[in-house]
């Protein structure tokens, strides 16, 4: 088993008034050549914006971009049309760059912040036709692994489909609980970041916003020391 893990503390950080943001992997201003990817995990950044805030409109290109709100909520728009779109906690949004896709997120609410991650993930192949969707999520269970991302052809009316091998999960637990993860090929590896909580994976003790990445293995045990809320991304190590 190999095991790289990322201290909350040690993210890249900038706190520009309207937007808090922190990046686990190299992005905008954050350079860091140890942390540019795991494998075609390429962003995970952890972002509250400030009531009436957001980000106006901009580019992306052949990349799979997943957001996850936590509290509060994002409004959406871009070039295909989909404006005005709001997501909240208990949705997901995924969106294929592909070919090339403009669009803005905003906080749609003028006095509450709005926190949510935003995950990249590196496409199975360049050149994708762009497209845009909003995933109700199933009501959580607590103590199971719940499936929110799943590669083409595997996702349901539940669960966002991106174009690549990649599974997302999240897990509501309670204090001693444990789940198992079994990964779905040899060549993948996990990375587990604690939304909320401690737990213990892989013979480490991670808490709120720490990151593990685990490879070389078959199967990831998480075991809570404390309620907690986690995010597991189970993606190729070669693309």
């Given at each position: 088993?190999?095991?790289?893990?990322?201290?909350?503390?040690?993210?890249?950080?900038?706190?520009?008034?309207?937007?808090?943001?922190?990046?686990?992997?190299?992005?905008?201003?954050?350079?860091?050549?140890?942390?540019?990817?795991?494998?075609?995990?390429?962003?995970?950044?952890?972002?509250?914006?400030?009531?009436?805030?957001?980000?106006?409109?901009?580019?992306?290109?052949?990349?799979?971009?997943?957001?996850?709100?936590?509290?509060?909520?994002?409004?959406?728009?871009?070039?295909?049309?989909?404006?005005?779109?709001?997501?909240?906690?208990?949705?997901?949004?995924?969106?294929?760059?592909?070919?090339?896709?403009?669009?803005?997120?905003?906080?749609?609410?003028?006095?509450?912040?709005?926190?949510?991650?935003?995950?990249?993930?590196?496409?199975?192949?360049?050149?994708?036709?762009?497209?845009?969707?909003?995933?109700?999520?199933?009501?959580?269970?607590?103590?199971?692994?719940?499936?929110?991302?799943?590669?083409?052809?595997?996702?349901?009316?539940?669960?966002?489909?991106?174009?690549?091998?990649?599974?997302?999960?999240?897990?509501?637990?309670?204090?001693?609980?444990?789940?198992?993860?079994?990964?779905?090929?040899?060549?993948?590896?996990?990375?587990?970041?604690?939304?909320?909580?401690?737990?213990?994976?892989?013979?480490?003790?991670?808490?709120?916003?720490?990151?593990?990445g685990i490879s070389d293995t078959?199967?990831?045990?998480?075991?809570?020391?404390?309620?907690?809320?986690?995010?597991?991304?189970?993606?190729?190590?070669?693309?």
């Open positions: 088993m190999k095991k790289t893990v990322h201290r909350a503390e040690s993210r890249g950080h900038f706190d520009h008034g309207w937007l808090d943001t922190y990046h686990t992997f190299s992005f905008a201003r954050y350079y860091d050549p140890h942390r540019v990817h795991f494998g075609a995990l390429r962003v995970l950044n952890d972002d509250t914006v400030q009531g009436g805030e957001g980000f106006g409109t901009h580019s992306h290109e052949n990349m799979e971009i997943v957001s996850i709100p936590l509290e509060g909520i994002l409004e959406h728009g871009d070039s295909m049309g989909n404006n005005g779109r709001q997501l909240r906690p208990g949705e997901i949004q995924v969106m294929s760059a592909g070919t090339g896709i403009r669009h803005s997120e905003f906080n749609g609410s003028t006095a509450a912040p709005v926190r949510f991650l935003q995950i990249w993930v590196i496409p199975e192949r360049r050149g994708l036709t762009p497209r845009y969707e909003n995933i109700r999520l199933e009501e959580a269970v607590r103590g199971r692994l719940q499936p929110i991302v799943a590669p083409y052809g595997h996702g349901s009316r539940h669960v966002g489909w991106i174009h690549q091998r990649a599974w997302f999960y999240l897990g509501t637990l309670d204090a001693g609980q444990s789940v198992v993860h079994r990964l779905h090929a040899q060549e993948h590896g996990v990375y587990l970041f604690v939304i909320e909580g401690t737990v213990n994976a892989a013979g480490e003790t991670l808490g709120r916003r720490d990151g593990i078959a199967s990831v045990e998480v075991t809570t020391g404390t309620p907690a809320r986690i995010l597991l991304m189970e993606v190729p190590m070669n693309w």
